[in-house]
């Protein structure tokens, strides 16, 4: 059976050096004379004769009154982890499991003692809690290198191939010359038949540490696997490292896959995402010009490629790559998407419309696409043709809220004032504290002559902005509607306040630099 499938783990219990800042030990009292002889025993193996001195030396620190004898936490703390290991070395799983919970319980900073109930808990097949005790160990010491590697193998148990391969690689940055980490990561590799990966682990492992033994375990067995199973261990192992922000190594795992196999586009594609994600636009471009017309990335890849020319300055070059490719590929709505924006930033109006139109023509189902098209019949003018475009756009995308906005707002300067305030009521209803849109529902109940549905919404608006003067102005106005003069008069008036004093803050203000000739 593979190391990667069994449901247990075995890994060594840790010492500490136990006297540093506990010379106390050393100390002639009973307590230092007990775990002297606790320690001879322990080192010579006979633990069931060192479990004891150790006992004896919690003990004598209670009997004795000495204050050379006094033990503070952290040596509690050790005696409990040595009484565990012990305890461990004789197979004695759970009772070691309870002395360094004392352990952890007594000095809860002693990293070695959660490492060491880590050990406890994978013995005992608890790989959950063994996982915890492990990261616990990490939290009070990071370079611990045997908790990592310990997390690499307990992770390769669950088969979360992501952390595993993080901790191997820490566990390798800890120890470069430590060959374990490699080998492990190679039987991952393995065990999904990605041999080409797994035998460069195991050479590096024996490149790192000439005397490397590989456990006497059956993990030599080659296991085969399909071409797309072992490419699907590639892609969910990077998928994994990315998604946990480990882009460089995502990036050697798509790397390897490519050595492998040169013509996995898929894996050329995703490598050049990773790398344009980085900034590194120069190789990023390389990757996505490598991909053949004939591949289903083709497309995706230039329109990543003109996106990238776009964003750095290269319009002309960005609008040339999307050209050529319509030319290859006609039919393709995306590509022509994108030429609409890009004209339309090289201020080519016309071109952009026709580039849009030919894209809804081929993605009469995208809501985009009919937005940007009204965008540009409104840009030249052509508002009914607009009104028309938005109101397909919210039909395929009716949650498109800020789409929705536009278009009530194209029905309000057609003053079709019934349809926006559908509009915008649509859009209060999950945006209800949107002031911008509270107030275009009040203009239109204004303007269709319902003063009294207007009028909380006038006085939202206020209470969000006190110096709001269109609401201030159409407030007064509808309070007058509503035949309640004095208050319509008030906040006319102090609409003509904020509009005075607006006016002498313009004058007051000094010439701009350069204003003068």
């Not at 352990?103 to 994978?122: C, K």
């Not at 696409?369 to 039909?395: C, I, K, P």
Request: some cysteine.
């Amino acid at each position: 059976m593979s190391a990667t499938t069994v449901d247990y783990l075995t890994f060594m219990p840790l010492d500490l050096d136990t006297f540093a800042g506990s010379e106390r030990f050393m100390s002639g009292t009973r307590l230092g004379a007990a775990f002297g002889r606790g320690i001879k025993a322990y080192l010579a193996a006979h633990y069931t004769e060192a479990i004891e001195h150790f006992k004896t030396a919690l003990i004598a620190a209670y009997v004795e009154s000495d204050e050379r004898s006094q033990i503070y936490d952290r040596e509690r703390a050790i005696i409990y982890l040595y009484i565990g290991n012990a305890c461990a070395f004789q197979d004695d799983w759970a009772t070691a499991q309870r002395e360094y919970l004392e352990a952890v319980q007594t000095d809860p900073q002693l990293a070695e003692a959660h490492y060491n109930l880590g050990v406890a808990f994978a013995a005992l097949s608890q790989v959950d809690r063994a996982v915890a005790a492990f990261k616990e160990s990490l939290e009070h010491n990071a370079s611990l290198y045997e908790a990592h590697f310990a997390l690499g193998r307990a992770y390769q148990l669950l088969d979360d191939a992501g952390r595993a391969y993080i901790h191997f690689t820490s566990a390798r940055e800890l120890r470069p010359h430590a060959g374990e980490p490699l080998y492990y990561m190679g039987l991952m590799h393995q065990a999904h038949g990605a041999h080409e990966l797994a035998q460069r682990c195991f050479s590096e492992a024996l490149r790192v540490e000439p005397t490397f033994i590989s456990p006497s375990v059956a993990d030599e067995i080659l296991i085969s696997k399909s071409e797309h199973e072992v490419s699907s261990w590639y892609y969910r192992l990077s998928e994994d490292l990315k998604a946990q922000g480990y882009d460089e190594e995502a990036n050697r795992i798509y790397r390897a896959l490519l050595q492998w196999r040169p013509n996995e586009h898929r894996a050329r594609y995703l490598l050049g995402n990773l790398l344009a994600r980085a900034r590194r636009w120069d190789v990023a471009l390389q990757e996505y010009s490598a991909i053949p017309p004939q591949d289903r990335y083709y497309i995706d890849a230039r329109l990543r490629i003109s996106a990238i020319l776009r964003f750095i300055g290269k319009h002309r070059e960005a609008y040339m790559q999307l050209y050529n490719t319509a030319k290859l590929r006609p039919n393709d709505g995306q590509v022509f998407l994108q030429m609409g924006k890009l004209l339309y930033d090289l201020e080519k109006h016309h071109g952009a419309m026709r580039a849009f139109e030919r894209a809804v023509q081929l993605l009469p189902k995208d809501a985009t696409a009919y937005y940007l098209l009204g965008f540009m019949y409104t840009t030249l003018g052509h508002e009914g043709w607009a009104l028309a475009a938005w109101r397909r756009a919210v039909e395929l995308a009716p949650h498109a809220h800020s789409l929705r906005y536009d278009l009530g707002y194209m029905y309000t300067r057609r003053r079709r004032f019934d349809l926006a305030s559908k509009e915008f009521s649509q859009v209060l209803m999950h945006w209800p504290d949107d002031i911008e849109t509270t107030f275009m529902l009040g203009l239109c109940y204004k303007e269709m002559m319902e003063p009294a549905q207007a009028i909380p919404l006038f006085e939202k608006v206020l209470r969000r902005n006190p110096r709001h003067t269109q609401a201030l102005y159409y407030l007064g106005a509808c309070y007058l509607q509503v035949g309640n003069s004095s208050l319509g008069k008030a906040y006319l008036r102090r609409y003509e306040h904020l509009i005075n004093q607006e006016g002498i803050t313009k004058q007051g203000r000094p010439p701009a630099r350069g204003g003068r000739r």
